[in-house]
């Protein structure tokens, strides 16, 4: 059993909150005190539990009836535990949606039977896209409010597919239900007898998530354990997680800024030792020389494509702060445990989100995605986010609040 | 192939405890005594065995712990040899004049942020790991890995820094702390999975025995020098075992006859009600009760 962490999209009106609510609520992830509290909450004539209050979690955003943050929410079949990431649909709020996306394999984009395709559902797709995430289920919603009407959902789904080419999706599925009803949510329904295929909760069960095979080895020193303990004076083990590729002892390295050559002569796993590690383990790897490595400090694999040594960088920025970007101002970019102090060297085109096309723009602000470059005060050792995501993203730091106030994707010209 | 959930997990709580390792100055691990915080410990073995913790472990003492989980506590503390620091809530009351809750089953619940609050002053915390999970309750489902407090501890839903990726930014100005929560993304069920996958040893509190219990509102409290039975009350002898561990005065037990991991993890895959609605007898005032308490600086 693994685990699927997705995101849905579409707001309210669109009946995500409804289909969450209604995937925890068949699959019993919902206690009866929770139930409770849920009666007691809805407001909606003839309608016993509101589903869409399941998500609903902080009472500011109830006041508000909208979703601002993104909330993670777990439930579990026999098959497969799931996380969702539950993040709002506006467009005021693209920065919550990129946090969602940042994290999940998949995304469900659910399309109002009734209105069809709107600039939401191509921002959404294109988002998705953006952030490298390959699976899609396309769920035409509220198919009961158009009657299941199979002339309406194929209507839909071509002009879906018109969106396509701009699209980074290796995965798509697509399937007409109603949340609120729960058709083809866990079981099929009998009210949609021109659709074949299983109902969402099963593709969600069965969807397949590979990680990327045949990467080169990205692997940044965490953390250095060094035991005072006079029995292990000489231990000195260099911990991390892998981000790409896999390692093995015997294997020869380049290492830190310096790119030193070296051999691993041991790998260390939950405490155990072992002879080969991969993308995602925690390891702690101890080389044969005595080469002073600190926090950040980089591993490839001598055999391996080299990563980009570099002090200049090109970037797709999401922007989340609201103070605008300032060219010129130092901030901070932290590329996963070495953060470095970089300024912002140019701005180039804005990306409109709604359309998959590319505008000049001269200033950067909450919620625009563009192209930027970075000039750094030390060299960072990076991918393409399109070729190795895992080494290929960072996040910008405002210098003086701390705050996070930018996703990078890297997209250098090789 | 993927991995196993569990496994993933783990591996997502041992980086996480590394990163915390790597980017404070004085990080503390809270420790409760209960099996959330147990696997915490569990897993700061992984993360950081053959060296030392590089952090002491804390232990918020209410005054009304069950004496098997302080027990446990110093068992554990004992085999695992790391520093134990014990903040007591009965200082923090009597300095600063506070009240548990009115009524028979009185709470310090909100009175541990007393001591929580000065014990990060004095011992200058900059980062408190806990063993809070997102599918507690509904405020913890927005809550962050890393989650940046003020100098009152205090929690703004509204201002969280966005997480993106695995990437965790702990920058902070002086005053201000982060509570860093390892096992977010696990729910009850996986940690009694983990906890029987890797056979990790527990108080005896979490499995069947039995014990005197009152009955109030359908629900068992133990009988206690903090609860005594009313004149003419019935005191019953039942089978229990307790699901959470919190203090004898506000903890109820469940009836249970329970007594191995297996069968534990069957009643909780069958129960259909929550850890909390359970189990706590101060949870349930107001529906956004813990919000409200987050917002002061509680866990």
């Known amino acids: 059993m693994n685990t699927l962490k997705f995101i849905t999209s579409g707001n309210v009106d669109d009946g995500k909150s409804t289909l969450i609510g209604r995937l925890l609520y068949d699959s019993d992830s919902i206690h009866t005190d929770q139930l409770g509290v849920l009666k007691k909450q809805t407001k909606v004539e003839g309608v016993d539990i509101d589903l869409s209050l399941i998500t609903d979690g902080l009472r500011a955003e109830r006041e508000q009836g909208i979703t601002i943050d993104v909330a993670y929410k777990y439930f579990s079949t026999k098959k497969r ?334 | 192939m993927s991995k196993d959930y569990l496994d993933q997990l783990e591996d997502e709580a041992i980086y996480i405890l590394r990163e915390t390792a790597a980017q404070f100055e004085r990080p503390v691990l809270l420790f409760s005594g209960g099996k959330d915080s147990i696997v915490l410990i569990y897993l700061a073995l992984k993360a950081f065995r053959p060296g030392r913790f590089p952090f002491p472990l804390m232990h918020v003492d209410t005054g009304h712990n069950f004496p098997e989980a302080i027990a446990f506590r110093d068992y554990l503390v004992d085999q695992v040899g790391e520093k134990l620091i014990v903040a007591s809530v009965e200082d923090a009351m009597q300095k600063y004049n506070l009240k548990e809750t009115p009524g028979r089953f009185p709470s310090r619940n909100a009175l541990q942020t007393y001591a929580l609050l000065d014990a990060i002053e004095k011992n200058e915390f900059d980062a408190c790991i806990g063993g809070a999970r997102r599918d507690e309750e509904k405020a913890r489902a927005k809550e962050r890995i890393f989650s940046v407090r003020d100098d009152f501890g205090q929690w703004d839903p509204k201002l969280q820094r966005p997480e993106l990726w695995n990437i965790l930014n702990g920058k902070i100005h002086k005053g201000q702390n982060v509570r860093v929560f390892p096992i977010s993304n696990w729910t009850e069920l996986d940690v009694w999975n983990y906890i029987k996958k890797h056979n990790i040893e527990l108080p005896n509190l979490y499995f069947s025995h039995e014990r005197e219990c009152i009955e109030f509102n359908d629900k068992l409290v133990a009988t206690s020098a903090f609860i005594q039975p009313k004149e003419g009350e019935k005191v019953i002898k039942a089978q229990v075992r307790y699901r959470t561990v919190g203090d004898m005065t506000c903890t109820a037990a469940v009836p249970s006859t329970s007594s191995t991991l297996d069968e534990i993890i069957e009643d909780i895959i069958y129960t259909k009600i929550s850890e909390r609605g359970q189990t706590r007898l101060d949870d349930q005032v107001s529906e956004a009760a813990m919000e409200d308490r987050k917002k002061q600086g509680y866990f």
Not at chain 1, 154 to 175: A, D, H, K, M, V
Not at chain 1, 363 to 378: E, G, P
């Open chain 1, 81 to 414: 535990k799931f996380i969702i990431a539950d993040a709002p649909g506006h467009e005021q709020y693209t920065r919550n949606m990129i946090t969602g996306a940042s994290t999940v394999d998949l995304i469900i984009l659910l399309i109002d039977a009734r209105t069809g395709i709107t600039t939401q559902t191509k921002r959404h797709s294109n988002i998705a896209s953006l952030m490298g995430i390959k699976n899609a289920i396309v769920a035409v919603n509220k198919i009961d409010l158009v009657n299941y009407s199979e002339d309406r959902y194929n209507e839909i789904i071509n002009e879906f597919q018109s969106l396509l080419p701009n699209l980074n999706f290796t995965t798509i599925n697509y399937l007409p239900i109603s949340a609120f009803i729960g058709d083809n949510v866990v079981s099929k329904s009998d009210k949609t007898p021109w659709y074949q295929g299983p109902p969402i909760l099963e593709l969600l069960e069965n969807a397949e998530i590979n990680e990327p095979i045949d990467q080169p080895l990205r692997f940044q020193v965490q953390y250095v354990i060094r035991p005072k303990e006079d029995t292990l004076h000489d231990y000195r083990g260099f911990a991390g997680r892998i981000l790409s590729g896999t390692i093995s002892v015997n294997d020869a390295v380049i290492v830190g800024p310096q790119k030193i050559s070296t051999t691993v002569i041991k790998i260390e796993q939950n405490r155990v030792e072992v002879n080969t590690a991969t993308v995602g383990d925690n390891v702690i790897l101890h080389i044969a020389d005595d080469v002073d490595l600190s926090r950040g400090d980089h591993f490839s694999k001598v055999e391996d494509v080299q990563p980009l040594e570099t002090k200049e960088v090109n970037a797709m920025i999401s922007w989340f702060d609201d103070n605008p970007i300032l060219l010129n101002k130092t901030y901070l970019v932290q590329h996963q445990h070495k953060t470095v102090r970089a300024k912002i060297a140019e701005i180039g085109r804005k990306w409109d989100i709604n359309n998959w096309t590319f505008e000049e723009t001269t200033d950067i602000k909450l919620n625009d995605i563009a192209q930027i470059k970075l000039r750094l005060n030390n060299a960072l050792f990076i991918d393409n986010f399109e070729e190795n995501a895992s080494n290929g993203k960072a996040i910008l730091i405002d210098e003086n609040t701390y705050n996070t106030v930018g996703a990078l994707l890297f997209k250098n010209e090789n």
